[in-house]
């Protein structure tokens, strides 16, 4: 079961695959390039392709490389043990950097927010730039607009029965939410008039400025039923500490890692006393070889949407120095191969 999801998982990713000529290229041919047939071996059967692999499939379209894998004998009765040992070593393997100055990581979070205003602002891919499925490209009429707002509805009850467990004490109707990189509300509309106030920040004006839209013209909510913030850089001191419950979903795994660190932060600061925080954050990187140093990645292209991974020992400390327990956490198939991303709860004591 747990295998045929990351069969389904493969299929959003590589809708989010670099370069958009290339892109629609590869969408309106469907064809495969070596990295795609790299990336199927190694997300359906953990292991690299052979040089003959590559060459067979080269050029085929995506959707027969992966019916073939999904079909093989090797998917069918994968090598626990070695799977499991190969994705070990990749974690270990596994080196970020943090440590920017001030001037860095304003770049580092300016570059990015760049691209999700781009993705934003087009109508084309506003949608998909939130849920990376074919579903979501391209102009959306009312209905599907109103079916995407849906797809929050199970994510919002999950976040909800995960707080109750958590913290018996957990009332809804009394706390103040705050979806963090809240895109255009997706998930952020299903607590609205549930909670007693309802906060969405997003660094992408274009996100916001739907969300606003589609509540006031879809939803008839008003302006005084929910507020928005603009993140328009990472200096973002003071931060009032006066949520009971922060949620942060498919978002800051797409920030170079000392952003997504910085992000967290922030994140956890905005935590009343005696709140709570569900982030999901990659924590073993989904990139085979995946390395973070700043001179490489400045050298690199980015017009695209990236995926990067913080360490689980970078989270604790994060976790330490601003004062939270870290009560849970779960893996989750949401985003990517389950196995590497995490929903973590931070609890902040009274
Ligand atoms: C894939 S969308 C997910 C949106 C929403 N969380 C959801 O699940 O529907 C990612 C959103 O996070 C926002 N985002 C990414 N990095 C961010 C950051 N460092 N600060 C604020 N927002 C961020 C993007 O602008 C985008 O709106």
Same mark, same amino acid.
């Given at each position: 079961?747990?295998?045929?999801?990351?069969?389904?998982?493969?299929?959003?990713?590589?809708?989010?695959?670099?370069?958009?000529?290339?892109?629609?290229?590869?969408?309106?041919?469907?064809?495969?390039?070596?990295?795609?047939?790299?990336?199927?071996?190694?997300?359906?059967?953990?292991?690299?392709?052979?040089?003959?692999?590559?060459?067979?499939?080269?050029?085929?379209?995506?959707?027969?490389?992966?019916?073939?894998?999904?079909?093989?004998?090797?998917?069918?009765?994968?090598?626990?043990?070695?799977?499991?040992?190969?994705?070990?070593?990749?974690?270990?393997?596994?080196?970020?950097?943090?440590? *920017?100055?001030?001037?860095?990581?304003?770049?580092?979070?300016?570059?990015?927010?760049?691209?999700?205003?781009?993705?934003?602002?087009?109508?084309?891919?506003?949608?998909?730039? *939130?849920?990376?499925?074919?579903?979501?490209?391209?102009?959306?009429?009312?209905?599907?607009?109103?079916?995407?707002?849906?797809?929050?509805?199970?994510?919002?009850?999950?976040?909800?029965?995960?707080?109750?467990?958590?913290?018996?004490?957990?009332?809804?109707?009394?706390?103040?939410?705050?979806?963090?990189?809240?895109?255009?509300?997706?998930?952020?509309?299903?607590?609205?008039?549930?909670?007693?106030?309802?906060?969405?920040?997003?660094?992408?004006?274009?996100?916001?400025?739907?969300?606003?839209?589609?509540?006031?013209?879809?939803?008839?909510?008003?302006?005084?039923?929910?507020?928005?913030?603009?993140?328009?850089?990472?200096?973002?001191?003071?931060?009032?500490?006066?949520?009971?419950?922060?949620?942060?979903?498919?978002?800051?795994?797409?920030?170079?890692?000392?952003?997504?660190?910085?992000?967290?932060?922030?994140?956890?600061?905005?935590?009343?006393?005696?709140?709570?925080?569900?982030?999901?954050?990659?924590?073993?990187?989904?990139?085979?070889?995946?390395?973070?140093?700043?001179?490489?990645?400045?050298?690199?292209?980015?017009?695209?949407?990236?995926?990067?991974?913080?360490?689980?020992?970078?989270?604790?400390?994060?976790?330490?120095?601003?004062? *939270?327990?870290?009560?849970?956490?779960?893996?989750?198939?949401?985003?990517?191969?389950?196995?590497?991303?995490?929903?973590?709860?931070?609890?902040?004591?009274?």
């Amino acid at each position: 079961m747990r295998l045929k999801q990351r069969g389904v998982d493969l299929v959003i990713r590589l809708t989010a695959v670099p370069g958009r000529v290339g892109w629609v290229a590869r969408r309106l041919l469907g064809w495969t390039e070596p990295k795609d047939i790299n990336e199927l071996y190694r997300m359906l059967l953990g292991r690299r392709p052979e040089p003959s692999e590559i060459e067979a499939k080269l050029g085929t379209h995506w959707r027969v490389a992966l019916g073939d894998l999904l079909s093989s004998e090797e998917y069918e009765h994968p090598q626990e043990e070695d799977f499991a040992a190969r994705f070990l070593e990749r974690i270990g393997a596994f080196s970020i950097s943090v440590d *920017v100055t001030s001037k860095q990581l304003d770049r580092l979070f300016q570059d990015t927010r760049n691209y999700w205003q781009a993705a934003g602002s087009d109508v084309q891919t506003a949608y998909w730039s *939130v849920l990376s499925a074919d579903a979501w490209l391209g102009s959306q009429n009312r209905d599907q607009v109103l079916a995407f707002y849906e797809t929050g509805r199970g994510n919002a009850e999950s976040l909800i029965g995960i707080a109750e467990n958590l913290r018996p004490d957990f009332c809804l109707s009394e706390a103040r939410v705050l979806d963090f990189g809240c895109g255009v509300g997706r998930v952020l509309r299903h607590f609205v008039g549930r909670a007693a106030h309802c906060e969405g920040w997003d660094f992408s004006r274009s996100h916001l400025q739907l969300l606003e839209d589609n509540f006031n013209d879809l939803f008839q909510l008003d302006r005084s039923a929910f507020a928005t913030r603009m993140l328009d850089s990472p200096d973002l001191e003071p931060i009032d500490a006066e949520f009971d419950f922060a949620y942060s979903l498919l978002a800051l795994q797409h920030n170079p890692p000392p952003v997504m660190a910085r992000m967290l932060r922030i994140l956890l600061r905005s935590l009343a006393p005696g709140g709570l925080a569900l982030v999901h954050l990659t924590t073993a990187p989904a990139i085979e070889g995946y390395a973070f140093s700043l001179d490489e990645y400045h050298k690199a292209e980015h017009r695209r949407m990236e995926m990067h991974a913080l360490s689980r020992e970078s989270i604790f400390d994060i976790a330490r120095e601003e004062g *939270v327990t870290v009560p849970w956490a779960r893996y989750t198939n949401w985003c990517g191969p389950s196995f590497l991303n995490e929903l973590i709860a931070f609890a902040k004591t009274d």
